[in-house]
């Protein structure tokens, strides 16, 4: 797996990335790539995402925030300055076909990635992503096209909070949403967690190649 640090990216940089990565490894022009990155504020719509769950539109007007509409799973999620956030282009024909053990495994990068934090992740019954007690601290939502996988997870480390409680991700109360920071109490360095990520995610998902910036788009 190749892995690419680009900084904050647009959200729509970053989907054109994905799209052509997309079609490059499916014709097995490269193989497995991870994106890490941020985003500016932008909240992103998935296929389940309903009325209800969305800012008003007075909140969207006053904060500037944009709001896209997009293929994968999930509903409302928000993503901006102090995320990490992973999409990984992943081939599962070569990973047994299987979407739901796809997820469950980028749900146990993220909870052993929070463990080296000393935080005790869980998963909730019939729903997507990682917790800490009762708050979300990993979102996941994921894309399948002929079996490569796009989209991914975001994690929260320092990101401002506001913007969760404005929304309703997946029906849940924004309120119940958390970051690394506020769970210890301390300031937490990205360059720490996308480390320890990195570390998790190769015992699941095998060696990776660190190669700074993806091909310009």
Avoid at 52 to 61: D, I, R
Avoid at 153 to 170: G, H, K, Q, T, V
Wanted: charged share 25%; net charge negative.
């Amino acid at each position: 797996m190749r892995v690419y640090r680009t900084g904050r990216t647009d959200y729509d940089r970053a989907h054109r990335w994905q799209k052509t990565m997309v079609e490059r490894r499916f014709a097995g022009e490269i193989g497995d790539v991870l994106l890490l990155l941020e985003h500016p504020p932008t909240y992103t719509c998935g296929r389940a995402t309903q009325p209800e769950h969305l800012p008003t539109s007075a909140f969207l007007e006053t904060s500037g925030v944009g709001l896209v509409e997009i293929e994968r799973g999930g509903s409302i999620t928000y993503h901006g300055p102090g995320q990490l956030v992973g999409y990984p282009i992943v081939d599962l024909r070569a990973r047994g076909r299987d979407v739901h053990r796809y997820l469950r495994d980028l749900e146990e990068v993220l909870i052993e990635t929070l463990a080296t934090f000393s935080l005790h992740g869980v998963r909730r019954e019939g729903l997507t992503g990682v917790w800490v007690a009762e708050e979300k601290v990993a979102a996941l939502g994921i894309y399948v096209s002929r079996w490569i996988s796009s989209h991914g997870f975001s994690l929260n480390i320092s990101p401002d909070l506001e913007y969760f409680r404005a929304m309703r991700p997946c029906g849940l109360d924004g309120g119940q949403v958390n970051s690394l920071e506020g769970l210890l109490g301390r300031r937490v360095e990205r360059a720490e967690v996308e480390e320890v990520l990195l570390v998790c995610m190769q015992k699941i998902f095998g060696p990776y190649i660190d190669d700074g910036q993806p091909f310009a788009i």
